[in-house]
């Protein structure tokens, strides 16, 4: 059973979750069911974590958002959105907006699961993250009011220890710059949601014998 494979099994029972990296910030955020809670309720939105080959190297696609005067300016994310109404289910919120965000043909996608979904305060917005695989995948066409740059990440970069390190972030939430964890990847800062879903990624990916 190859890599991705065994990624999928995993992907079907208990996920880890993101306490142990909520941790390392020293905060939590609320919780799932006060988030769902919550009047209005949170909006919902998908994101694709996609796993694909690359010079027979599996890379793992991130990208940059471009920068404008909103919460997630200039941040790193997987592609992704809100929930419309004509989409069926959150993964083909999470496919549409991969298609449309990075102009590759999401019917190339085979969905493997999804990881444990994140409430973002300051956008009030409950993502829910899928991993997907594509044995072919492009060729990319990024919509440039959506991304400014994608990110081919090695996944064997993705799972170094090395990459995971602190530094002081203003969080606009608590209204204060405290430490956080965030993630080196290509020489960007992959930090808040992101970071907690690569998180939960890399603890299913490193239970892999040959690769942890």
Do not use: C
Not at 60 to 66: G, N, Q, S
Not at 71 to 90: A, M, T, Y
Not at 192 to 197: E, L, P
């Amino acid at each position: 059973m190859d890599v991705v494979a065994r990624l999928q099994r995993r992907l079907s029972g208990p996920l880890p979750g993101h306490d142990a990296f909520l941790e390392l910030s020293g905060y939590k955020r609320p919780d799932l069911e006060r988030a769902r809670q919550l009047d209005p309720p949170p909006r919902e939105s998908a994101v694709l974590a996609l796993i694909y080959p690359k010079d027979s190297v599996l890379h793992l696609l991130l990208m940059v958002r471009p920068t404008y005067d909103g919460v997630h300016s200039g941040q790193v994310s997987f592609p992704g959105g809100k929930r419309e109404p004509s989409d069926v289910d959150l993964a083909q919120t999470a496919l549409r907006e991969f298609g449309e965000e990075t102009g590759a043909d999401p019917r190339q996608v085979n969905v493997l699961g999804e990881l444990s979904s994140v409430y973002i305060p300051p956008s009030r917005m409950l993502v829910t993250p899928y991993v997907g695989f594509a044995e072919r995948i492009g060729p990319w066409q990024p919509d440039a009011n959506e991304v400014a740059r994608l990110l081919e990440v090695p996944l064997e970069q993705v799972l170094r220890e090395d990459i995971l390190k602190r530094r002081e972030q203003f969080i606009q939430i608590m209204g204060r710059s405290v430490e956080i964890p965030y993630f080196d990847l290509a020489g960007e800062v992959v930090w808040g949601a992101t970071a907690m879903m690569i998180a939960e990624l890399r603890e299913l990916l490193l239970r892999d014998p040959e690769l942890g």
